[in-house]
C-alpha cells in the first residue's frame, strides 16, 4: 500500500472515518486524496504520508505534536487541520479546497500581475503574522503550499509538516527535489538557527517566481542556487513595480537587515496595494493541483479554471466533472419553475425601463482587513455598512458580506460587511493569592498565554498573585497578565557609622528592619563603635528583612611570644601561631638558638608584623 502506487489507498476508511475516494496531488512526502468524512457527512482532502515515515519513532512523535498544534490555528489565509493520524501511514485532514496552488498556476504558465501578488502577499503575510505570534516557523513557504479556494481566497498549508520532516530519518524517493531547499533562506542553508525572518525570505522568493516566473537564484543544481543565496540578497526585476522595495528589503542575506515581523512585511505590501491599480482576475488551477508538490522539474498537464471576482461564481470543478443523470420532473415542478421565470423576466424588463444606474458586480470583501474591504468595495462606486460579530476569526477581517460576490447591484448601492471582533470573551479563572506555578497552569489550561506584571504591595506576600489583567474576561488565545506581588516596597537604611550599637538597633527597628550583630576589627574606629551596617546605610532593603550591625573590635593586634633560646624551626612555628612572622639576622648555622629577638617578648603588634631574630 505505498502511497507512491497508483490508486494503492483508493477505498480504505482511515480511522473507521474517512474513506479515500481518488487521488489529487502527489508530492516527494506522500499523496493526497479527496476523502468522504462519514460522519459529518462532508468533503475533505486527506494528506496520507510515505510509509517509509511511519518507521522513524522520531518524526511520529514530532508529527503528533505538530500536528496537534496546527489544528489551533485559526486564520481566514491559513488552511484549516480538521483530524491527524498515524495508522500505517501518518495522515493529516485538512479542508478541501478546489482552488489549486500558486504552483498549478505557474506550470500551467499564468503568473499573476504585480496587483495580484501583492493582494496574494497581503493574505500570506497575515497568515504569517497569526502563526508567528502562536510560536510557529513554517519553514517551507513556497508555491505548492498557497492554495486557493473557490473564491480565489488564498490558504497557507504544511504549518508544522516542513519542521516534522526536517527531522525525520527517512529520505525521500531518488530525483525529488524538495521545495524546503529551492526556497530556503540564507540561514537554512548554512543550518543556523531559525526564525521568523526565514518565512519572509521565501515569501519575497515567492512573489518574485508569481510576477515573472522565474525563481531567483535559479541554476542547473539545487546546491549551486543555496550557494548564491548564501551570497546576495534577492534582486527584485524592474516589471515587480511597487513590490520592488518589499522583496529587496525581505530577501536580504542577513536576517537582520530584513523586515523584523510578518506585521511589517504585511504593512508595507498594503502600501504596494495602494500604488497598484485593482487586481485582475487569477486563472486558478484547479482541483487537480489542490496540495500538490510536484517535481519542478515537470510541467503537470491541468486544466485552468477562470476565477473572476468581478463575475458570479463559477462551478465547482468535482460538480463539473461528474455530471448528474438527467432526471424526470414532476408536472408541479416544472409549472412552479415557469412560474418563477415568468416572474423574474418581468422584474427584469421593469429595472430595465427604470432609471436606476448601471449595474455593477458585488466585489469579494470576505478575508479580507476592513481597510481593504473598504476600499475594494468603494473602487466599484458602492457604499459600505459595517458590523461587527464576535467569531474566531482574528479582529479586524470581514468574515462575511451581503450581496455576496458576484451578485449584481446597482451603482451607488450599499453592501453590508461583517466584521470580526476577534474571538468571544470567556471568564478568565480567579487566580488572586495562588503562586505564579499554580496561576500559569489555569490561566494556559482556560488557554490563555500568560505573561508576568511584577510590582511592589504592601499586603499581598512577596511572589503571590494579586490580580489579572484583564481582570474578568478576555477572548480565548488572548495574552493575560497576572500581577505579582514583589513583596513590600523597599525602604532606606539609616546611616549609623559611628554610633553606638544600643542606637543603631533603635534606629534599624524603627524603620521596620530587624537587627543582627556582627563584629569586626577596625585601625580606625573605636572598639565598641558602629563601622557600617550590611547593607550599607543610604541604600534600600524591603521592610522585614535583616540588616547587620558591624560593631569594632578596634585594631587587630597580638602580643610577641618569648622565642629566646628556641632553634629556627622552633621558633618560627611559635611565632606564626601567634599570627605573626620571622626573619633571620646574623650568620646563621644548623642547631643554633635564638640570643635575642626584635620586638621583645611581650610586645603588643599588629597581627603580621615581622619578628627578628638574633643568632
Do not use: C
Request: charged residues 20%.
Amino acid at each position: 500500500m505505498a502511497v507512491g502506487g497508483g490508486g494503492d489507498l483508493v477505498g480504505r476508511v482511515l480511522a473507521d472515518r474517512y474513506r479515500l475516494l481518488s487521488p489529487i496531488g502527489a508530492g516527494g512526502s506522500g499523496r493526497v486524496y479527496i476523502a468522504d468524512d462519514v460522519k459529518l457527512k462532508r468533503r475533505v482532502a486527506v494528506k496520507v504520508l510515505h510509509p517509509g515515515l511511519a518507521e522513524d519513532a522520531g518524526f511520529l512523535r514530532r508529527f503528533r505534536n505538530e500536528a496537534r498544534l496546527s489544528a489551533q490555528l485559526h486564520h481566514p489565509n491559513i488552511m484549516a487541520v480538521h483530524d491527524w493520524g498515524d495508522e500505517g501511514e501518518p495522515f493529516m485532514v485538512v479542508e478541501l479546497l478546489t482552488g489549486g496552488s500558486l504552483r498549478g498556476m505557474l506550470d500551467a504558465g499564468a503568473t499573476l500581475t504585480p496587483s495580484q501578488a501583492a493582494h496574494v502577499g497581503v493574505q500570506v503575510a497575515s497568515a504569517l503574522e497569526y502563526a508567528h505570534g502562536h510560536g510557529f516557523v513554517h519553514r517551507d513557504i513556497k508555491p505548492a503550499n498557497l492554495l486557493f479556494d473557490e473564491h480565489g481566497i488564498v490558504r497557507v498549508a504544511d504549518f508544522g509538516l516542513a519542521r516534522a520532516l526536517a527531522e525525520a530519518s527517512w529520505t525521500e524517493p531518488s530525483g525529488t527535489i524538495l521545495g524546503t531547499a529551492r526556497y530556503a533562506s540564507p540561514e537554512q542553508v548554512s543550518g543556523a538557527p531559525l526564525d521568523q525572518r526565514s518565512d519572509l525570505y521565501a515569501l519575497a522568493l515567492v512573489l518574485v517566481e508569481a510576477v515573472t516566473g522565474d525563481l531567483p537564484f535559479a541554476t542547473d543544481t539545487t546546491l549551486a542556487t543555496l550557494a548564491a543565496r548564501t551570497q546576495a540578497p534577492v534582486a527584485a526585476p524592474a516589471e515587480l513595480g511597487p513590490l520592488m522595495a518589499v522583496v529587496e528589503r525581505a530577501g536580504r542575506v542577513d536576517p537582520s537587515d530584513r523586515y523584523p515581523d510578518a506585521a511589517t512585511m504585511r504593512s508595507a505590501l498594503e502600501d504596494a496595494v495602494k500604488m497598484l491599480p485593482p487586481p485582475g482576475p487569477l486563472r486558478l488551477a484547479g482541483l487537480d493541483e489542490v496540495l500538490s508538490d510536484p517535481n519542478p522539474t515537470q510541467v503537470p498537464a491541468s486544466r485552468g479554471i477562470l476565477f473572476d471576482q468581478e463575475r458570479p461564481e463559477q462551478p465547482s470543478p468535482i460538480a463539473a466533472r461528474r455530471p448528474a443523470p438527467a432526471r424526470r420532473r414532476p408536472i408541479a415542478a416544472i409549472v412552479v419553475g415557469a412560474a418563477i421565470s415568468a416572474a423574474v423576466l418581468t422584474a427584469a424588463a421593469l429595472l430595465s425601463t427604470a432609471n436606476l444606474g448601471a449595474a455593477v458586480v458585488t466585489p469579494n470583501a470576505v478575508g479580507s482587513t476592513l481597510s481593504n474591504a473598504r476600499d475594494l468595495i468603494a473602487s466599484g462606486g458602492l457604499l459600505v455598512t459595517e458590523n461587527e460579530r464576535f467569531s474566531d476569526d482574528p479582529r479586524g477581517v470581514v468574515i462575511s458580506q451581503s450581496p455576496a460576490a458576484g451578485h449584481d447591484i446597482t451603482s451607488g448601492g450599499r453592501v453590508q460587511i461583517v466584521v470580526s471582533r476577534g474571538p468571544a470573551p470567556i471568564a478568565i479563572p480567579r487566580v488572586a493569592g495562588k503562586t505564579v506555578a499554580d496561576a500559569r497552569s489555569e490561566l494556559s489550561a482556560a488557554g490563555f498565554a500568560v505573561i508576568e506584571d511584577h510590582r511592589f504591595d504592601e499586603t499581598a506576600p512577596s511572589g503571590t498573585v494579586i490580580r489579572t489583567k484583564p481582570a474578568q474576561r478576555a477572548p480565548r488565545d488572548s495574552t493575560v497578565a497576572i500581577v505579582v506581588s514583589d513583596g513590600k516596597a523597599p525602604v532606606a537604611i539609616p546611616a549609623l557609622a559611628n554610633s553606638t550599637y544600643d542606637n543603631a538597633v533603635n534606629a534599624l527597628t524603627n524603620a521596620g528592619f530587624i537587627p543582627a550583630r556582627s563584629e569586626a576589627f577596625s585601625d580606625t574606629v573605636a572598639a565598641g563603635t558602629v563601622i557600617n551596617t550590611d547593607p550599607a546605610g543610604g541604600g534600600k532593603a524591603q521592610p522585614g528583612s535583616t540588616v547587620k550591625i558591624i560593631v569594632s573590635k578596634g585594631p587587630d593586634v597580638v602580643t610577641v611570644p618569648n622565642v629566646r633560646g628556641l632553634t629556627l624551626d622552633a621558633a618560627s612555628a611559635q611565632l606564626q601561631a601567634a599570627g605573626l612572622t620571622s626573619a633571620v639576622s646574623g650568620a646563621y648555622r644548623p642547631g643554633a638558638k635564638v640570643r635575642a629577638q626584635d620586638p621583645p617578648n611581650g610586645a603588643v603588634v599588629k597581627r603580621g608584623a615581622t619578628v627578628t631574630l638574633f643568632f
